[in-house]
């Protein structure tokens, strides 16, 4: 089959997320198309159905002998998810989860044994697929800054700023061991999901630190809670390699001893004053090369979506025979560090990683 031809996926949840899934999908021009939804909440099923206009069930196991769909979306808090996706697993369902996959180390290991018995299972992690981190990333691995081995991240909380740390020093399954600490200040409250705040008020944000050494690869991890949809907290993303760094869009390199280069990762969109293109990003070039190209392009959403966006048809090219997108083993492995974290925080000492059964 073809792993560009049209697709369809199921939803179980009806929160939040599973709503922003639905809402990012169907401006896909018809990639990827909603067929169903399950949700534990009888009294939904009626507006469920008149907003999507799919079919809507009240059993996880009815949805999945009964629902045409590629794959099944599972969008539920983390503690229930890892029981959902065994009866989707046990129907034979290839399963895409939220992330993070499980609430704790056994939860993890459970799924894992799922997928080393054949199950299909990926995780819902958009973070290193966003185009400006994607394009920061590709700089990195590109070899033009040299052999990096040190990173700084403040992008996101733990697992997803984790996974992109990982991601920029290539650790894999390595050995870590991970310093942190906590410091709380007063900030002015932001956007949040409701929309833009109605008065002044200051918030108590929690900013976490912690410095992850993986035996010569240092990578700098700081979050400050309130980060999120902020107006006055902003993301950060350093590389430092042999012969250049990288901070955020700015790229200074060494040619060789007598020839420093300067160069800025440049955004290109359409739609801006005198275009009429339409409204969409185009991608990311660094001197003229594609960083990253937005291949969802002209569709009309943005970056955090198209790395939503991503995932999912990423997911559906998996099932069709692809590669991975974000397997089960990589998330694991990025919320047992996060997790590690917490613990260096609330005792003060260094959390040391252990090789886990995921990491093979």
């Avoid at 199950?119 to 590709?138: G, R």
């Avoid at 790229?251 to 339409?278: M, N």
């Avoid at 937005?294 to 970056?303: V, Y």
């Avoid at 260094?350 to 093979?360: C, V």
């Amino acid at each position: 089959m073809d792993p560009h031809e049209p697709g369809t996926f199921a939803i179980v949840g009806d929160g939040y997320r599973a709503g922003l899934i639905a809402r990012i999908v169907a401006r896909l021009d018809g990639r990827l198309t909603l067929t169903g939804i399950a949700t534990r909440r009888p009294e939904r099923v009626s507006s469920l159905e008149d907003e999507y206009g799919v079919r809507v069930w009240t059993d996880v196991v009815a949805l999945a002998a009964e629902c045409d769909a590629d794959f099944v979306f599972v969008a539920v808090q983390g503690d229930k998810a890892p029981g959902i996706v065994a009866q989707l697993v046990a129907a034979g369902r290839s399963v895409m989860v939220e992330t993070p996959p499980a609430p704790d180390v056994a939860g993890l290991i459970a799924l894992d044994r799922l997928v080393r018995e054949g199950a299909v299972i990926q995780v819902a992690e958009q973070y290193h697929l966003e185009p400006l981190v994607a394009a920061q990333l590709s700089v990195g691995a590109s070899g033009l800054i040299g052999d990096v081995l040190q990173a700084d991240v403040a992008i996101a909380h733990e697992y997803h700023g984790i996974s992109v740390l990982r991601r920029a020093l290539g650790t894999g399954f390595d050995p870590v061991t991970i310093r942190a600490m906590q410091a709380t200040a007063p900030v002015m409250w932001g956007p949040d999901r409701a929309g833009d705040p109605v008065e002044d008020r200051l918030a108590t944000s929690t900013r976490s630190l912690a410095w992850f050494d993986w035996d010569g690869r240092l990578g700098v991890y700081d979050f400050d809670d309130q980060q999120y949809r902020s107006w006055i907290r902003t993301p950060r993303l350093q590389l430092r390699g042999s012969h250049g760094e990288l901070r955020d869009t700015t790229v200074r390199r060494q040619v060789d001893h007598r020839t420093p280069v300067r160069s800025e990762i440049v955004r290109l969109d359409a739609g801006a004053a005198g275009s009429h293109e339409g409204m969409y990003l185009r991608g990311y070039q660094l001197d003229g090369r594609w960083l990253d190209h937005n291949e969802l392009a002209p569709a009309r959403i943005a970056d955090d979506e198209i790395g939503i966006a991503r995932v999912l048809l990423g997911m559906l090219a998996h099932v069709r025979g692809g590669a991975a997108i974000y397997d089960l083993a990589d998330a694991a492995q990025d919320h047992y560090l996060g997790l590690l974290l917490r613990e260096a925080v609330a005792t003060g000492q260094p959390a040391r990683s252990e090789r886990m059964p995921w990491a093979g």
